[in-house]
């Protein structure tokens, strides 16, 4: 079972995260490290996976939805 | 520090050790990622292909790192790395042949890839200061190399049944090549401890490695533990290169290293 993962990096200390791609992986462990190989040709200051599931929409403009209905 | 190896005033005997020690390092991780590349078209997914082909460039990149140092000691770099037949090898034996499959990848990956930082991290306040500023930028990447071989091993333990057999009988086949490779207390290992150029060698350095895959022999349960407390013969054991076979890896990726078949492509 696998699950996707949003990655994020920030080039600075006090930068905003930015989303730089995704990924799919079967746990954690294996998430960050896969992150780590498959985006590490920049210099970032540090970087972030979550699981793509536990992003919450708040508001969609195309959909015309707010808090996630 | 001595930044050159005259300078850190090494006698005759613990040169040479040094000299060797250089070469079985980077001839192994030479090796190693040649093994990583071949895995990265074969890894059970995406992911951890691209895993393998980040892990084989920093290996050869290591692997260059090691072999420039033997300059200082004389050695003509080119013919070492692109020049040399299999039995001249002086890598760990556990990455003669390529892994037969995926758990023999991750045996790989978490059990070898580990004992080569375990000697790495031996060097880390070495007598002979390049080779102490090299390890540490290496053993940086190493991390994540540990990591993946880590979260790998147990992801297919935990899985049980046939997977986990399968990953024990691939740890039993490489761990006691490992221990030993670690070599004996010799008057070899002794010299090297007395010149500051390893902080450990010999048992105290297959103890350090032994509680380092602690976690991973747990996670085989009783194959495991009966792993922990192997005890290596030194029958045969060559100390310079390491090894008891006196072949070397298989010819095919020996003759890949050299670039065999490029050769027509040289312009000097």
Not at chain 2, 203 to 209: D, H, I, K, Q
Not at chain 2, 242 to 254: I, K, L
């Amino acid at each position: 079972m696998s699950t996707v993962y949003e990655v994020f990096a920030r080039k600075a200390r006090g930068e905003p995260l930015r989303h730089i791609g995704w990924l799919t992986a079967p746990d954690d462990d294996l998430a960050r490290v896969y992150a780590y190989q498959m985006y590490d040709e920049e210099r970032w200051f540090d970087m972030w996976v979550a699981p793509r599931d536990r992003l919450l929409e708040v508001f969609n403009s195309d959909r015309n939805t707010a808090l996630g209905r | 520090m001595a930044t050159t190896v005259e300078a850190a005033g090494l006698t005759a005997a613990a040169k040479e050790a040094v000299r060797d020690l250089i070469l079985v390092l980077a001839d192994s991780k030479r090796l190693l990622g040649m093994r990583y590349g071949q895995w990265i078209l074969g890894a059970p997914e995406l992911e951890a292909g691209i895993a393998c082909a980040a892990m084989a460039q920093d290996e050869w990149g290591h692997a260059r790192l090691f072999y420039a140092l033997l300059k200082d000691f004389g050695e003509d770099v080119a013919m070492l790395e692109h020049g040399r037949e299999p039995h001249q090898y002086a890598s760990i034996e556990a990455l003669d042949a390529e892994p037969a499959d995926w758990f023999g990848f991750v045996a790989m990956n978490a059990l070898v890839d580990t004992a080569l930082s375990v000697q790495c991290e031996a060097l880390r306040g070495s007598s002979y200061a390049p080779l102490a500023q090299r390890v540490e930028k290496l053993l940086d990447e190493e991390r994540f190399h540990g990591a993946h071989g880590t979260a790998w091993f147990n992801r297919l333990a935990r899985a049980g049944g046939d997977a986990a057999d399968a990953l024990a009988a691939a740890a039993e086949a490489t761990v006691p090549g490992i221990l030993r490779w670690f070599g004996p207390d010799s008057d070899r290992a002794r010299l090297m401890v007395e010149a500051g150029v390893v902080d450990a060698a010999g048992s105290a350095l297959r103890e350090r490695y032994l509680e380092r895959i602690g976690g991973l022999l747990d996670a085989l349960g009783a194959r495991g533990a009966a792993m922990r407390s192997h005890a290596p013969s030194f029958d045969g054991f060559d100390e310079a290169r390491r090894r008891v076979s006196t072949t070397g890896p298989d010819g095919e990726t020996v003759a890949r290293i050299r670039g065999d078949k490029n050769r027509m492509f040289l312009v000097d």
